[in-house]
């Protein structure tokens, strides 16, 4: 089974609420602009191959408000690179601080209970 994937529309980008505000979305371009990509959590995607080619190099992000998101360089959650903390917000994921220097394969999404 697919995990949940979420298309949230463009005049709602900061809806805390989400998913009760366990949810990361990423985007295509820096500043949180271009196509995005909403995932609720708690959810393990071993293999980021969402259906329709939506999956792609992402160059920025959001977390909820009660998420902590793990990415990897490699498939199967192999290579941790980066874990963005509760309502972090990241413009540029290719910050050599964040550890980020490839394309993410695999993310775990954590909830707060």
Known sequence: ALPPVIVVPRDHPHDEKLGNGCWVRFFDDKSYSGRSLTLIGPVEMPKMNIPGGLWINW??????????????????????????????????LKDRKLGLFEDIHSVRIACKS
């Open 59 to 92: 160059s920025s992000a959001m977390v909820g408000p009660n998420a902590t998101v793990t990415t990897f360089d490699y498939e199967q959650f192999q290579n941790r690179t980066a874990v963005l903390s509760p309502g972090q917000r990241i413009p540029d």
